[in-house]
T-cell receptor, first 115, second 111 residues
Framework: KAGVTQTPRYLIKTRGQQVTLSCSPISGHRSVSWYQQTPGQGLQFLFEYFSETQRNKGNFPGRFSGRQFSNSRSEMNVSTLELGDSALYLC??????????????FGAGSRLTVL | GENVGLHLPTLSVQEGDNSIINCAYSNSASDYFIWYKQESGKGPQFIIDIRSNMDKRQGQRVTVLLNKTVKHLSLQIAATQPGDSAVYFCAERVGGFKTIFGAGTRLFVKA
């Protein structure tokens, strides 16, 4: 079956602009998580969605937001971009499992460069 | 941001040797610990997990050890191969559906 698909794969923006990234989870996966990956900070948790509701949120400013649609596809948005927002943004989907590790399946990521 | 820490940022091993990647975690309430492997240009990929009530779990060529007393997790890779070269992350599941990752260890396998 198809894996997690993220679009776009690469994008360049300038400071002050906003960006929207898209994630299509594996069919049947209803939980979608977003992470920011940078060389200095590693993988930082942004937020997690399930059934169109944000269940968990990381320690990021309000400029970072997201949403999930009824088909489980998710988008994240970063407004008023800063140079420090340059990173690889990873989306992961998982089956809801209270008895398991909730293993994440990641997409290849969207690499954002802010100039 | 929240992080699970790692002892070594890079590890270089000879092909055929065993590799041990270490990790320290901070949240005593985590119920699962997971190891992921990330190859260049790809997202992290699941390797193995261990429940918090276990101290050892074995997979194919990999073993994860959990020491809750000192909040330490390790991944052992037997007979390391060039294809094992990647960045390895430990992660912990906290609060149900939130997974927190460590900083990562880069493994180099020398032929």
């Amino acid at each position: 079956k198809a894996g997690v698909t993220q679009t776009p794969r690469y994008l360049i923006k300038t400071r002050g602009q906003q960006v929207t990234l898209s994630c299509s989870p594996i069919s049947g996966h209803r939980s979608v998580s977003w992470y920011q990956q940078t060389p200095g900070q590693g993988l930082q948790f942004l937020f997690e969605y399930f059934s169109e509701t944000q269940r968990n949120k990381g320690n990021f400013p309000g400029r970072f937001s997201g949403r999930q649609f009824s088909n489980s596809r998710s988008e994240m948005n970063v407004s008023t971009l800063e140079l420090g927002d340059s990173a690889l943004y990873l989306c992961a989907s998982s089956l809801e499992s209270r008895s398991g590790a909730n293993v994440l399946t990641f997409g290849a990521g969207s690499r954002l460069t802010v100039l | 941001g929240e992080n699970v820490g790692l002892h070594l940022p890079t590890l270089s091993v000879q092909e055929g040797d065993n590799s041990i990647i270490n990790c320290a975690y901070s949240n005593s309430a985590s119920d699962y610990f997971i190891w992921y492997k990330q190859e260049s240009g790809k997202g992290p990929q699941f390797i193995i997990d261990i429940r918090s009530n276990m101290d050892k779990r074995q997979g194919q060529r990999v073993t994860v050890l959990l020491n809750k007393t000192v909040k330490h997790l390790s991944l052992q890779i037997a007979a390391t191969q060039p294809g094992d070269s990647a960045v390895y992350f430990c992660a912990e599941r906290v609060g149900g559906f939130k997974t927190i990752f460590g900083a990562g260890t880069r493994l180099f396998v020398k032929a």
